[in-house]
Each structure stands twice: as structure tokens, then as C-alpha cells.
């Protein structure tokens, strides 16, 4: 059965049978396709596509995000190319979509991964209800909870510390979990922060996630002399990055982690 959709550049796509030579250039994509059982129709991955863990092992890598591989891609010969706006290049999807058939994607806010889950299905001819279904049920059940909201400051880098507004998908994981983004107003969606800025906005948690900056347990010490709320209660904490930032199955999981490990701190 033929199914169409819009992608994120407006471009009306359509297939005529499911994909069997596919390229995914974004690891939360790669990992939905094993996850939904189609392992076998993945032929190149991108180096960082390293979910599920292990399973990557023995697709081809086709280079990252911001530089492809193209030779590589040229040997695969795929049948469909999974891109997203904002982690790849203009001109490297513009190159690729002129040879290739290609799928870009551009999640907004986390409930935007519910039509992507539909889009996924689609296009492979395969079942996502359970996934959209965890996915429902772990937002309905915050709304249940009534949980108390918390001030945050949620990193993505170090040396300079930046920080994200608004208008990312991040915030909107953030927000739907009760966790107030303090730079939620900042006019650039991706930014450098100051310690003057920090202490200003006076947030009441730190998040430090592990991507795209890896940060690690020394790092919580770098807060230590702050004159913040987040530092005076010991509510500076590591995170699993991945849970705020991929889009796909993994996003069925997403309510459950930040509930265990991030909002049973605040209570």
C-alpha cells in the first residue's frame, strides 16, 4: 500500500512499497528502525549511530551528520535517506535528494515524535501504536501527577558553557516535565552563558547531559562556588542526554526516566 507524507522541507514524498536499502544519518532514527524490527533494511548508519548498543556494529558507516560520506552512500545505492533540518547541512541535502530519495525530519516538540512514530509506520508497513501509546501515557500521567515545577538551566556545552531558549525541542521536553527553562526567552536558540548570567537567572537545577557535551562527575565541582539555589540545595545532576534531545522510540521512555531520575529529586 502507498503512503505520503510532508516532510519538513514541504516536500510531498511518497512510497510505493517500503524502503529495503536504507541510510539513517540520525542516531535516534537508526535506533527507532531496529527497535521497530527493521534491522535488515538498514544498510549505511551514520558513526554515531551507536543504538541500540551493539546492534550498529555491522552497518556501514557513512561518515556523520555534518560530513557524509558520499562514496559510501554511493556503493549502498539506498533507496531512502533519513536527514533532519537542523542536523544536517542545506547542501549536503540538497546533493543527496538530488541523486537519492530522501526524508527529512524536523521534530519541534516532543509530541511532534508521535507523527513521526506515524510517518515511521507508513512508510515500513509496520505497527507503532505501542510506542505512541507510552508515549501519551507518560504525558497524561505528569498531568495527573500535577508535579511541582523547578527552574532550570540545562547545558549543552562547556568552555563556554551554552545553553538553549524557546524554541528547541529540549525546552519543550523540559516544560511538558515541569522543568522551567530560565533561558526560555534568550533570542538565539543555541548561546553562550556567562557565570554573571547563571547567577542572575538563579536557577534552582542544573542539568549537565552527556551530548552533545559529554559531562562528567568532575564537572558538577565547577558549580560549586555559585551563590545558586541549584548549588545550595545539591541539585546540579548528570543526565542522560538522549532523553531530552532524540526523537523516536526512545521518546516511549523519555516520561519514565525524567520522572526517576530527575523529578523524584525535587519532591
Same mark, same amino acid.
Given at each position: 500500500?502507498?503512503?505520503?507524507?510532508?516532510? &519538513?522541507? =514541504?516536500?510531498? /514524498?511518497?512510497?510505493?512499497?517500503?524502503?529495503?536499502?536504507?541510510? +539513517?544519518?540520525?542516531?535516534?532514527?537508526?535506533?527507532?528502525?531496529?527497535?521497530?524490527?527493521?534491522?535488515?533494511? $538498514?544498510?549505511? /548508519?551514520?558513526?554515531?549511530? @551507536?543504538?541500540?548498543? #551493539?546492534?550498529?556494529? #555491522?552497518?556501514?558507516?557513512?561518515? =556523520?551528520?555534518?560530513?557524509?560520506?558520499?562514496? &559510501?552512500?554511493?556503493?549502498?545505492?539506498?533507496?531512502?535517506?533519513?536527514?533532519?533540518?537542523?542536523?544536517?547541512?542545506?547542501?549536503?541535502?540538497?546533493?543527496?535528494?538530488?541523486?537519492?530519495? @530522501?526524508? $527529512?525530519?524536523?521534530?519541534?516538540?516532543?509530541?511532534?515524535?508521535? &507523527?513521526?512514530?506515524?510517518?515511521?509506520?507508513?512508510?515500513?508497513?509496520?505497527?507503532?501504536?505501542?510506542?505512541? +501509546?507510552?508515549?501519551?501515557? =507518560? /504525558?497524561?500521567?505528569?498531568?495527573?501527577?500535577?508535579?511541582?515545577?523547578?527552574?532550570?538551566?540545562?547545558?549543552?556545552?562547556?568552555?563556554?558553557?551554552?545553553?538553549?531558549?524557546?524554541?528547541?525541542?529540549?525546552?519543550?521536553?523540559?516544560?511538558?516535565? #515541569?522543568?522551567?527553562?530560565?533561558?526560555?526567552?534568550?533570542?538565539?536558540?543555541?548561546?553562550? /552563558?556567562? $557565570? %554573571?548570567?547563571?547567577?542572575?537567572?538563579?536557577?534552582?537545577?542544573?542539568?549537565?547531559? %552527556?551530548?552533545?557535551?559529554?559531562?562528567?562527575?568532575?564537572?558538577?565541582?565547577?558549580?560549586?562556588?555559585?551563590?545558586?539555589?541549584? $548549588?545550595?540545595?545539591?541539585?546540579?545532576?548528570?543526565?542522560?542526554?538522549?532523553?531530552?534531545?532524540?526523537?523516536?522510540?526512545?521518546?516511549?521512555?523519555? +516520561?519514565?526516566?525524567?520522572?526517576?531520575?530527575?523529578?523524584?529529586?525535587?519532591?
Amino acid at each position: 500500500m502507498a503512503y505520503e507524507l510532508v516532510d &519538513a522541507l =514541504g516536500r510531498h /514524498v511518497r512510497f510505493d512499497r517500503p524502503p529495503t536499502r536504507v541510510v +539513517s544519518l540520525i542516531p535516534s532514527i537508526t535506533e527507532s528502525l531496529f527497535e521497530l524490527g527493521l534491522e535488515s533494511s $538498514v544498510q549505511g /548508519v551514520s558513526k554515531y549511530c @551507536i543504538y541500540p548498543a #551493539g546492534l550498529t556494529d #555491522g552497518k556501514r558507516k557513512v561518515g =556523520g551528520q555534518k560530513n557524509p560520506d558520499f562514496q &559510501a552512500i554511493e556503493e549502498i545505492n539506498p533507496d531512502l535517506i533519513i536527514l533532519n533540518r537542523e542536523e544536517n547541512k542545506p547542501d549536503h541535502i540538497r546533493k543527496l535528494g538530488e541523486k537519492y530519495p @530522501i526524508w $527529512v525530519t524536523y521534530p519541534r516538540q516532543f509530541l511532534d515524535t508521535l &507523527a513521526l512514530l506515524r510517518d515511521l509506520g507508513g512508510i515500513f508497513g509496520v505497527s507503532v501504536d505501542d510506542y505512541q +501509546s507510552e508515549i501519551r501515557a =507518560g /504525558v497524561e500521567a505528569l498531568h495527573l501527577e500535577a508535579a511541582q515545577r523547578c527552574r532550570v538551566l540545562y547545558l549543552i556545552w562547556r568552555n563556554p558553557w551554552m545553553s538553549i531558549n524557546g524554541d528547541t525541542f529540549i525546552h519543550d521536553v523540559l516544560k511538558l516535565h #515541569g522543568l522551567d527553562n530560565v533561558f526560555a526567552e534568550h533570542p538565539e536558540r543555541y548561546f553562550e /552563558v556567562s $557565570v %554573571d548570567e547563571i547567577i542572575s537567572k538563579n536557577p534552582e537545577m542544573i542539568i549537565l547531559p %552527556d551530548e552533545p557535551y559529554r559531562f562528567l562527575k568532575k564537572h558538577i565541582a565547577e558549580f560549586g562556588d555559585l551563590p545558586i539555589q541549584a $548549588v545550595a540545595s545539591g541539585r546540579v545532576f548528570l543526565a542522560d542526554g538522549t532523553y531530552f534531545c532524540w526523537y523516536g522510540t526512545r521518546s516511549a521512555r523519555t +516520561s519514565s526516566y525524567i520522572r526517576k531520575q530527575i523529578l523524584a529529586r525535587i519532591k
